[in-house]
């Protein structure tokens, strides 16, 4: 049997006082898309970057394909948060999209255009080839998701993670979004994905783990979305749409 | 006799100009990076900083030679650098504060320290203080040699990690991720900018240098959208003022250097805010405008046409449309005639070929899209 492409035991991370995730085991199955969910400061987040090693681990091993990080480094796409970064740098669309060869480039090389091509390429999969040469302070929200998803595409993972992708875009970048998800899915990728919206977990989604600090349960996404887990994820229950009655949108795109 | 003094001159001359332009060249450069990092008053704590450094490297080796003055000097800046960047790990204050305290509690162990070793028996101290306001006059043909091997140095750091410093300043977390060592670069950009302080000291002094490094890159920021060039351009409106400082000060008796060099580039960042096509707030004020009369034309040719269609486009049911008095019904219908959109008719007036075309096309693109 292959090794999962993440695998994660008895992680935990503590932010000065406060554990911020607590003895957290994972394991997420090859060629899904898989959710992350829970409420705000459940450590969603801080799951993904303390397994990409960019959070100090109190304890906890992440095994990546059976490996350890560093041996795999160039199999692991991430695709940041967008708000993370000041989108007023002085750059355009394309050289954006081309950082995500800078690993694969190594020291002192600089990007030329085979690595222009790449970009163009990956540009083309989020619809957005017409932009290449966009300076990025212009970009709505959504665009700019759809670069940050493109400099993980050029990388040509075979794992991605991908912290809160849907957060704040409009209609027809969530759709470009989502089509390269299935894209992706498609190829035997898998994708681990942070999410908010709960309305769209079962229809993005075949994989999900609910997390409050721990995870209170992941699996399939048909038999881990369940009123009881969701409560037991909220403190109380997020969903009265869930018997099929209609939900107020408001609580839940907050 | 005269020939001589010429001379000397023109010595001191050569090395405050081409001192100055070497300075800033490398304040410049690193500036850009350091703008972008949001690292702005970061370069201001480094320089702040260096004083006690000078002062104990003086009372240490009791030496006035500038190398061993400014290696203290460095050391201290970079004391500074750490203490504050593990002020920002560990605490909740926020950067400001922490720069802030850093920078005048530095500053004042360098002040106590200057004035201790000026009224001590420390040998003959004069020239010390020279460090905080800098004195480009005493530039000697060696330290111009020094100045020009680290600019050398930073020049060819910064073009051969040029990606990689790309990369950190704009996403580090995601430099992180590719495997990258972005803590150790983000170390070697600020090592580089302890170096740029270093050239400053002499030069404009550590009150002034924050300034070498943030005001070229703030004003090449206004002129370029890509970080190479802005980079570059950064580098070279920093040599300039160096340039255009030194020559200043030379063309009358008693005009400070450094201010002068600080000065200049202030003038320049004044120049850029203003009127870089780009990003100059004039032409984006006359952007804005033009775009608002615009505007209100379409909207007046819009109104018109719908009163033309229904075949009464009179100043007075255009004043009753549009709920204005009748002499500014007038000026407007006016406006249209002047842009050749309306004519005078049988009853009132009606639109040109050209007003009708216009007026659809706005019209269609008004249209909400299904």
């Known amino acids: ?254 | 006799m005269e020939l001589l003094s010429q001379a000397v001159l023109d010595y001191t001359l050569r090395n405050v100009v081409l001192g100055s332009a070497l300075l800033g060249l490398i304040g410049g450069v690193l500036g850009a990076f350091a703008l972008l990092r949001q690292q702005s008053l970061f370069g201001d704590v480094l320089a702040h900083a260096a004083l006690p450094g000078i002062c104990l490297a003086f009372l240490l080796t009791g030496s006035k030679t500038p190398s061993v003055l400014l290696l203290g000097g460095g050391l201290a800046g970079w004391a500074a650098a750490l203490w504050v960047l593990a002020v920002l790990r560990h605490t909740r204050l926020p950067q400001d504060a922490a720069l802030g305290v850093a920078l005048s509690g530095f500053f004042g162990l360098g002040v106590t320290l200057l004035t201790f070793i000026q009224h001590g028996n420390q040998g003959n101290p004069a020239g010390l203080d020279r460090f905080i306001f800098g004195q480009a006059a005493g530039l000697l043909g060696s330290d111009v040699v020094g100045f020009a091997l680290l600019g050398g140095v930073t020049l060819a750091l910064v073009g051969l990690f040029y990606k990689e410093f790309k990369l950190i300043t704009f996403d580090p977390a995601y430099a992180t991720s590719l495997g990258l060592p972005t803590r150790e670069l983000g170390i070697l950009l600020t090592s580089l900018i302890v170096l740029a302080v270093m050239v400053g000291l002499q030069t404009v002094g550590v009150v002034l240098m924050a300034a070498m490094l943030v005001a070229p890159a703030a004003a090449a920021r206004q002129w370029t959208n890509r970080l190479g060039r802005m980079v570059w351009l950064s580098g070279l409106l920093g040599a300039s003022a160096g340039v255009a400082g030194a020559l200043l000060s030379a063309s009358r008796e008693n005009l400070p250097t450094g201010p002068l060099i600080v000065l200049s580039i202030t003038a320049v960042v004044f120049f850029s805010l203003f009127f870089a096509p780009l990003r100059g707030l004039f032409w984006q004020g006359l952007r804005t405008r033009q775009n608002r009369r615009r505007t209100a034309l379409e909207r007046l040719l819009l109104d018109a046409h719908l009163l033309a269609n229904h075949g009464r486009l009179t100043p007075q049911e255009l004043a009753l449309h549009r709920g204005e008095s009748l002499p500014k019904a007038w000026r407007h219908l006016n406006h249209l005639r002047v842009q050749g959109w309306v004519e005078p008719g049988k009853e009132g007036f009606r639109l040109t070929e050209l007003g009708l075309r216009k007026a659809l096309a706005l019209e269609e693109a008004l249209r909400p899209r299904s």
């Open chain 1, 1 to 254: 049997m292959t090794p999962p492409p993440l695998e994660i035991l008895d992680l935990t991370v503590i932010y000065r006082d406060r554990p911020v995730l607590w003895d957290v085991d994972l394991t997420i199955p090859e060629g899904q898309l898989c959710a992350i969910v829970g409420p705000n400061g459940a450590g969603k987040s801080t799951l993904i970057k303390a397994a990409l090693g960019m959070v100090p681990k109190a304890s906890g091993r992440v095994r990546f394909f059976g490996q350890p990080l560093e041996q795999v480094r160039r199999r692991i796409g991430y695709v940041p948060q967008r708000t993370s970064v000041d989108w007023d740098f002085p750059t355009h669309v394309l050289d954006v999209v081309m950082m995500g060869l800078y690993g694969r480039l190594g020291w002192f090389r600089r990007p030329g255009k085979k690595e222009r091509e790449a970009a163009m390429e990956a540009l083309e999969q989020v619809a957005l080839s017409d932009l290449a040469y966009r300076q990025i302070s212009e970009l709505s929200g959504g665009q700019q998701q759809r670069v940050f998803l493109a400099r993980a595409l050029v990388q040509d993972a075979d794992l991605y993670f991908m912290d809160e992708p849907f957060a704040g875009v409009d209609a027809v970048s969530e759709e470009a979004i989502l089509r390269v998800l299935e894209g992706l899915r498609a190829r035997g990728k898998t994708a681990v994905i942070v999410h908010h919206d709960l309305q769209t977990v079962r229809e993005y989604f075949a994989h999900l783990t609910l997390l409050n600090v721990q995870v209170i349960a992941s699996g399939p996404t048909e038999s881990t979305f369940t009123p009881r887990n969701l409560e037991r994820t909220y403190g109380k229950q997020p969903l009265p749409g869930l018997d099929g009655q209609a939900e107020p949108e408001r609580v839940w795109n907050s």
